[in-house]
């Protein structure tokens, strides 16, 4: 089992900044690709931003230039920095890694952070 905690989401105002953290743990051998969604009330759950372990990045046309995702395979730890964002950002935000196990690659997901962008 792999689990998934999420941090650093909250309430910021448009035009700033926000990092969010995703640290997977348990029992598994290598995470692929990690990578973050996120759903606003009445929308369904979108891709944010996605990274492949050996560095390829994927972006939706929203985020593109304002965000960035990282990762440390070292510490299984997936970050996305949040730059001149907007209300329209306002979301939960889930981690997402596709990880090795014993059984083979299953898809995990976090709890969920909320991040609030206020005009």
């Known amino acids: 089992q792999v689990q998934l905690v999420e941090s650093g989401g909250g309430l910021v105002q448009a035009g700033g900044s926000l990092r969010l953290s995703c640290a997977a743990s348990?029992?598994?051998?290598?995470?692929?690709?990690m990578g973050w969604y996120r759903q606003a009330p009445g929308n369904q759950r979108e891709m944010v931003a996605t990274?492949?372990?050996?560095?390829?990045?994927n972006y939706a046309d929203s985020v593109k230039g304002r965000f960035t995702i990282s990762r440390d395979n070292a510490k299984n730890t997936v970050y996305l920095q949040m730059n001149s964002v907007k209300p329209e950002d306002t979301a939960v935000y889930y981690c997402?890694?596709?990880?090795?196990?014993?059984?083979?690659?299953?898809?995990?997901w976090g709890q969920g952070t909320q991040v609030t962008v206020s005009s």
């Open positions: 348990g029992s598994f051998f290598s995470c692929n690709t």
């Open positions: 990274t492949s372990s050996g560095g390829g990045t």
């Open positions: 997402n890694a596709q990880c090795l196990g014993w059984r083979g690659v299953s898809d995990y």
